[in-house]
């Protein structure tokens, strides 16, 4: 493809920093850079409103075609930095993926709506926050994409593991951080104590420390594998029968933990989102629940008939490749009309 436009890509977060939207950030920058364009990573761990003026040199100096934003991330925390930033710079030229907004305080959507008003083009991750942002008078006419993620953790060489040879029975996934359904994961796992082994495979953040101390002195009987590489990460998956994503607010197609257990061969048992055709579309592929009893009857029939499933959950990752991922933003990039 010939080189029309340089990007700019801006995070808060990035490897080794612990954030889910820093390791779709790397991602997503290592699909795009393999297609031999011209992109570049603007990364910063100070985000201080102090440094204001030297970071709009900064970028302004890279004379970029589009600035491309993630937010909110990690790094970012509570800063106004990100919202000076896009209003001292030319509007035509950014474009945000808005990673969260419908479930952010008040407070926080202020301040996301404002960003976003700054921006020329906007990408969500699943069609709920294209729905939500399409509602707010203040947004509606904006040009609204919506392109899901992928998984950040690879596929182990072991995914092909029967389910029978693998050696945790129950496990779950994802970033060890309050409103994340641990504790329902927990109350299933009770179900199981003493006669399967349970599982918590993620990663804590420092700010959460004390959140992982309770759960660990309320779970002894459960093991945690912790802050293990994405490599580790993807075969203790390949290990695990059934993954439990109790999700407070549902499944969707921004669950880069469920795409991770999909991508790695795991039986996912997950909650109903509030959007039917979500729901129709997760249901060919994930056991489906409305609370921990269900969950609780799911896994025991499932761990009792030796896994077996009928759910075609390895089909799931075909839809999610970040190769696909990358064509998507290409076809942003390079509209015609830009």
């Not at 993954?243 to 407070?248: A, I, M, N, Q, R």
Request: glycine letters at 6%; hydrophobic letters at 40%; proline letters at 3%.
């Amino acid at each position: 493809m010939i080189v029309e436009k340089k990007i700019l890509f801006v995070t808060g977060s990035y490897p080794p920093n612990v954030c889910g939207v820093g390791d779709y950030s790397e991602q997503l920058f290592k699909a795009l850079i393999n297609q031999g364009n011209s992109f570049e990573l603007f990364y910063k761990t100070n985000w201080s409103v102090g440094n204001l003026f030297s970071y709009l040199r900064e970028i302004k100096s890279k004379k970029a075609d589009f600035i491309h934003i993630q937010y909110p991330t990690e790094g970012y925390g509570y800063s106004f930095l990100p919202l000076l930033l896009v209003a001292f710079l030319p509007k035509k030229k950014i474009i945000v993926t808005l990673h969260e907004l419908s479930n952010r305080t008040f407070k926080a959507k202020i301040f996301t709506m404002l960003l976003l008003f700054f921006s020329s083009k906007i990408i969500v991750t699943n069609e709920t926050e294209y729905a939500y942002l399409k509602k707010l008078p203040i947004l509606n006419r904006k040009e609204i994409f919506v392109i899901n993620i992928g998984s950040n953790i690879p596929r182990s060489k072991n995914c092909g593991k029967n389910l029978s040879e693998r050696k945790i029975d129950l496990a779950y996934f994802g970033h060890i951080r309050p409103i994340k359904g641990l504790e329902s994961f927990i109350a299933v796992a009770n179900q199981f104590f003493g006669s399967k082994r349970c599982v918590i495979i993620g990663q804590n953040l420092a700010r959460y420390q004390s959140y992982l101390d309770q759960l660990q002195s309320e779970s002894t009987y459960i093991e945690y594998l912790l802050n293990g590489s994405v490599d580790e990460t993807a075969d203790n998956l390949a290990d695990c029968k059934i993954v439990y994503l109790p999700f407070p607010d549902g499944v969707s197609s921004r669950r880069g933990s469920l795409m991770a257990a999909a991508l790695n061969g795991c039986i996912i048992v997950t909650t109903y989102s509030d959007d039917k055709e979500i729901n129709d579309f997760f249901d060919k592929y994930c056991y489906l629940v409305h609370n921990e009893d269900e969950a609780k009857k799911i896994i025991q029939q499932l761990l009792s008939d030796n896994a077996c499933t009928d759910k075609n959950v390895s089909k799931l990752m075909d839809l999610f490749s970040w190769e696909e991922i990358s064509r998507k933003h290409f076809e942003i990039y390079f509209d015609k009309n830009n």
